[in-house]
């Protein structure tokens, strides 16, 4: 294992007296403390993926997209095919052209399809991933900035952060119908990461980045920045530190770590 990721990996460690609530000072025989030098987390920003990650949107998710299409997505399909899709892509390549009314757009059903979503999350049915709000006040206290780099819509992060109260947090989000993204590239490229660290004034190396989607980690491995993925049924068997060797099927990079939620950093992240 290199130097700046062993580095990277003891900083998340702090995360366990901090976010369990005793002392944040570490033993001084820990390897955190020898390679921190007693002080300094190895990043200096944190950048999230929405959906999946931030919170346990996807199932509502699928449902809107079903409703608009006029047509059952299976959760297979749904795992294996969707996530980590933007939007309009996934629209367009899966609607009968005879859904269509007259004068009707694939614009019009993504309008149709976040209204749907965001009544979901007006009614109580988002939850946030747990732990999130812990690990963002701790990050906050610490002095790394966060942001949001989605390949979702707008309108609905905006809503479900609100609705979740943690939208302080995050300095800006960066969303898949930005007109930024429209002008750039979406996730796998390393654009939508390397735009957010760029906006942040943070060298992507000096990033940490929180994903679920191949397609995700994918792009914050290609911008250079370590990666915690949160498990879904796709990415639970991708390598994981000290793993060297990249996945095979995917060539994706071992993670960082590959957690069930963000509490689970507090368990996996010891001295």
Known sequence: MNFLLSLVLCSLCSL???????????AVTSTLWRLRG?????FDAALFDFDGTLAQSEPLHRLAFSEVLGKEIGVEEWETRCVGTSPPKLIAARIDPA??????????LLKQRAAI??????????????????????????????????SGSRS??????EHLGLSSFFEFILAGDDEEMNQGHHKPHPYPYLQAASRLGVAPERCVA???SISGIKSAQAANMLVVAVRNAVNAKLPVVPAEQPCEKTGI???????????????????
């Open 16 to 26: 366990v007296p901090a976010l369990s609530g005793q002392s944040c000072r570490p």
């Open 38 to 42: 007693g002080g300094g987390l190895a």
């Open 99 to 108: 859904r269509l009314a007259a004068g009707e757009t694939i614009d019009g």
């Open 117 to 150: 979503f965001e009544t979901f999350v007006e009614e109580g049915k988002l939850q946030a991933t747990g732990g999130a709000a812990r690990l963002l006040e701790y990050l906050k206290e610490q002095g790394v900035r966060c942001a949001v780099v989605s």
């Open 156 to 161: 609905c992060i905006v809503k479900a952060l």
């Open 210 to 212: 929180f994903e679920d």
């Open 253 to 271: 990079q071992p993670l960082m770590d590959l957690v069930d939620d963000f509490d689970a950093l507090d368990r996996r992240f010891i001295f």
